[in-house]
C-alpha cells in the first residue's frame, strides 16, 4: 500500500540501504567504531569528485568491511564506488571550496558536508570523538543511528500500524453495511479515504526504517506484509467507487490525496471535494459502482470488475443481479458468476453481525 519512494527520499533510501546492517560499508564502519577511530568516505567517484582530489592514491580493489577499516587509519579519506562495492582511492585529500556553505565546526565534518554540496555525492563522516556516523546528502545531515535504536523505533511505528489498520477495517466494515443498505454517505466515504491515507502513510514510514535495518528487518518486513497487503487495493477501489464523475481516472484524486497535509487530511469535506462533490452536506447519501466490495473477491482480474461495473452501473444492481445476468459480462461466465454472487453473500453474511 505504502507508495513507492520517488525523488530525493528514493535516492535518500538507496544510500541508506548501502548503509544498513549486513552490507559491507556498514560492517567497514562499525570496525572503524570500534576502533574508536573516525572517517571519511565519498559514496562514487565523478569528476566533481576528481577535481577536488588530491593526493593518495588509486586501488580499485574489492571492498570488504576490513579493508575498508583498514585503509581508513591513513588520515586521508576514501573514494568507493556508488554501490560501495570497490575501493577506488584512499589516503586522498578533499579540497572543496572553501566558499561552499557548511555549518559544521570540524574539519572532518566541514569537508564532509561541502564535498557533498560541490559533488552532489553522498560522503559519510564518522566521528571519532563522538562515535557518530553522519551520512550528508542533497545538503542535508542524516545521523546513521544504531541498530537498537532504529529498532525501536520500528517496532513504535508497527505497533501504530497495528492500531491504525484495526480501527480501518472497522470503517471499512461499516462503509461496507451502509452500502448493502443503500444508506452510504459522503462522511462514511471520507472516513474511510482519512484512514486507508494514514495508514498508507505509517506503512511508508515503516519502509524506510525497514531499509535502514537491512538484515535485521526481516520480521518486520514480514509484519508489514501481514497487515497492510489485505487492504492494499481499499484506497484505489473506494476512490473509484464514489468519484463524482464516473469518466475520471483516479489518478489525480489518489496524488492530491498523498500531498495532503496532516492537518488537511482531517478535513472531511476536504477529502469529498477531492472526489468532485461540490457539497457541505456530508451526510447525503451515494451510491457505490462496486469497485470495493468486488475488489475483495479472490481471483477476480480487475478488467472483469471494470465490466461488471460497467454492464451494471451501481454496487445495488450488482448485488441484486442474478448469476444468470452476471454470466452474460463478457469475461464472467457462468462458474465465475456463481463464484461472483457465493462471494458476495459471505460477504453479507460477515457484516450480517454488525448490522446489516
Known sequence: MATEATGPEAVRREVLSLLAPGTVLRDGIERILRAER???IVLGSTPQVQAICSGGFAI???ATGQRIAELSKMDGAL???AEADRVLMANVQLVPDAAVPTSETGTRHRSAERTARQTGRPVVAVSESLGIVSLYLDGVRYVVEE???VLSRANQVMSTLERYRTRLDEVVDALAVREMED?????????VLQRVEMLRRIADEAEGL????GEESRMIALQLEELVLPVAGVREWTVRDYLADRRRRPARPLAELAALHATDLLDAERIVRILGHDTADLDRTVTPRGYRMLGRLPRLPVAVVDRIVGHFGSLPAILEASASALGDVEGVGAARARAIRDGLRRRRDQLAPRGV
Open 210 to 213: 525497514i531499509v535502514e535495518l
Open 60 to 62: 580499485d580493489v574489492p
Open 38 to 40: 573516525g572517517a571519511l
Open 147 to 149: 541498530v537498537a535504536t
Open 79 to 81: 573514494v568507493v564506488d
Open 183 to 191: 444508506q452510504a454517505t459522503l462522511r462514511d466515504v471520507a472516513g
